[in-house]
């Protein structure tokens, strides 16, 4: 009986936490005038006009596009310094390392805002405003710090023996940390990926400033539905349901890995 209740509590919590996403997918199958006209719980004539919309113009799909580029992007870049970065914490001691594995930490602290016009002006200066490697680099100030912090983890647990054994069988480092060390902590750098991918998918502050109008990302355009008429409800919540897509997508490919990367790899 207590475990019954426990499976109806759980239930209905998470209920509760998917009614905003059902009211969002429920307005995106409406008409706007449906929408402000009468409140329904589910469609009475379901409508794709909206995705439609979003499909086909491309001032819409090209904010999915360019959101994805920057964000492949910046997590190909963040693994790329984060890897060998966190190799170096795991398996050196060198002066100042715990002061500058902190260091690495009170950067991802910091909120975009304080960064926002020194970005501004070193981009506006060597014109890469408006591309996807600003929005990429600039994200990079984030996520690296957090790559590291949770590949430095996975990397503790894998033992020392791995790297002594592997030298002494004649491999040079490159392909000892591609062959061998790397498949060790493949699902560290999955779950660091993952979350990399998910702070640049929704930091909008850095992303909004840093682009004006070839690389603006997807919730800039979603803006774009405020006029003087009002918002364009039915539009806007279809470009909602569209934005969730990415996101979750990744977490199913990844949800294996999750809760060990929640504790940073170790036992």
Known sequence: MKFRWRSVGLAAYLAFLLIPIYWMANMSLRTNADILGHFRLWPQAPTLTNYMTILTDPSWYSGYL???AYVV???LLALGVALPAAYAFSRYRFLGDRHLFFWLLTNRMAPPAVFLLP???LYSTFGLIDTHIAVALAHCLFNVPLAVWILEGFMSSVPRELDEMAHLDGYRFPRFFLTIFLPEIRSGVGVTAFFCFMFSWVELL???TLTTV??????A???????AAGLDWGLLSAAGVLTIVPGALVIWFVRHHLAKGLSMGRA
Do not use: D, G, H, W
């Not at 070839?214 to 919730?219: F, L, S």
């Open 214 to 219: 070839e690389a603006k990302p997807i919730a």
């Open 221 to 227: 355009v979603m803006t774009r539905t405020v006029s």
């Open 119 to 121: 970005f501004f002006q």
């Open 206 to 208: 850095l992303a909004r």
């Open 73 to 75: 992007l910046n997590a």
């Open 66 to 68: 360019n959101s994805m």
